[in-house]
């Protein structure tokens, strides 16, 4: 099955600056990777999606890659502000059938310092 | 629109007691169900899921189990309780295998 590797666990940054968190998969065949976003004691919501047929995708100050030869995908977020902190996850689903859903990453912690 | 309700939102159970977590899905039909765990705030463990009335898949053994009785309704049970069982638990529709949709999530504390 699907396995999805998230770094870093916890990420600290200045409010204004970037943050990037990585995912990797392992199974080629997946073709559909969302991130969402969970504040405490909240549902996770999902913030941006990207499949296979492109390369990147942008919806304001969030950008999601894909780099389907390497198996790995990134969240950027720039201007980053204080309403960004929150637990951030990666997840890919497999276009080879099964109804196991989304394969989740292990979160990030995304801290935004004053 | 695609609704899901899951209740209640908070638990204080105690070690060795039943537990009914239940979930319900509006404005879709037939949906495929999940139920995560979701232990210290962090990752997500997919416990069941079900893609149809009666038909349930456990990903882990486990001290709990789940039921499909309806269509949009996903159930998921213990007998009784351990402290290990602690967590916020959260149902999700997942549409298609693509975006999933989340319910409030229920925070269950067993002491």
């Known amino acids: 099955g699907e396995n999805v590797e998230q770094h870093p666990s916890t990420l600290s940054v200045q409010e204004g600056d970037s943050a990037v968190i990585k995912c990797t998969y392992s199974d080629s065949a997946s073709n559909y990777f969302p991130w969402y976003k969970q504040e405490l004691g909240k549902r996770p919501q999902l913030i941006i999606d990207i499949r296979s047929n492109v390369g990147e995708k942008k919806d304001q100050r969030i950008a999601v890659t894909l780099n389907k030869t390497a198996k790995h995908f990134s969240l950027h977020i720039t201007e980053t502000q204080p309403e960004d902190s929150a637990v951030y996850f990666c997840a890919a689903v497999s276009s080879a059938g099964g109804a196991d859903g989304l394969t989740f990453g292990k979160g990030t912690h995304l801290i935004i310092q004053p | 629109s695609q609704t899901i309700h899951q209740w209640p939102a908070t638990l204080v159970q105690p070690v060795g007691s039943p537990l009914s977590l239940e979930c319900t899905v509006e404005?879709?039909?037939?949906?495929?169900l999940y139920w995560y765990r979701q232990a210290a705030g962090r990752g997500l463990q997919l416990l069941f899921y079900s893609v149809g009335i009666g038909q349930i898949s456990s990903e882990v053994p486990q001290n709990l189990s789940a039921s499909r009785p309806q269509d949009r309704q996903f159930i998921l049970s213990s007998k009784k309780l351990l402290l290990s069982d602690s967590g916020f638990y959260l149902c999700?529709?997942?549409?298609?295998?693509?975006?999933?949709?989340f319910g409030q999530g229920t925070r269950l504390t067993v002491v």
């Open positions: 404005g879709t039909s037939n949906p495929n």
């Open positions: 999700a529709w997942i549409r298609m295998n693509t975006e999933a949709f």
